[in-house]
């Protein structure tokens, strides 16, 4: 079993900054992607920001410009900086990811983390 633990969270107000962590432990074997998702009260579930192995990254429409993801591969972890935040990024982020062990395929999710931004 595989553990994402997130972290960097919180409440901020509109225009303010947020960096998001997310750090995987356990038999992690090799790691294909990485990514965050959202979901707001009342709407589903949307991929926010991913990011491969090779470092390709891609951007909901949403955020271009705004939000970085990078990927630091010897600890593991994934990165969600967040700039110039809007009321309209308020959710809870889920990091996702997808890895390869003993030539298996696996996808985890982390537990979420609060995003409140206030006008």
């Known amino acids: 079993q595989v553990q994402l633990v997130e972290s960097g969270g919180g409440v901020v107000q509109a225009g303010g900054s947020l960096r998001l962590s997310c750090a995987a432990s356990?038999?992690?074997?090799?790691?294909?992607?990485m990514g965050w998702y959202r979901q707001a009260p009342g709407k589903q579930r949307e991929l926010v920001a991913s990011?491969?192995?090779?470092?390709?990254?891609n951007y909901a429409d949403s955020v271009k410009g705004r939000f970085t993801i990078s990927r630091d591969n010897a600890k593991n972890t994934v990165y969600l900086q967040m700039n110039s935040l809007k009321p309209e990024d308020t959710a809870v982020y889920y990091c996702?990811?997808?890895?390869?062990?003993?030539?298996?395929?696996?996808?985890?999710w982390g537990q979420g983390t609060q995003v409140t931004v206030s006008s």
């Open positions: 356990g038999s992690i074997g090799s790691i294909n992607a």
């Open positions: 990011i491969t192995s090779g470092g390709r990254t």
């Open positions: 996702n990811v997808g890895l390869s062990r003993a030539g298996l395929r696996y996808n985890y």
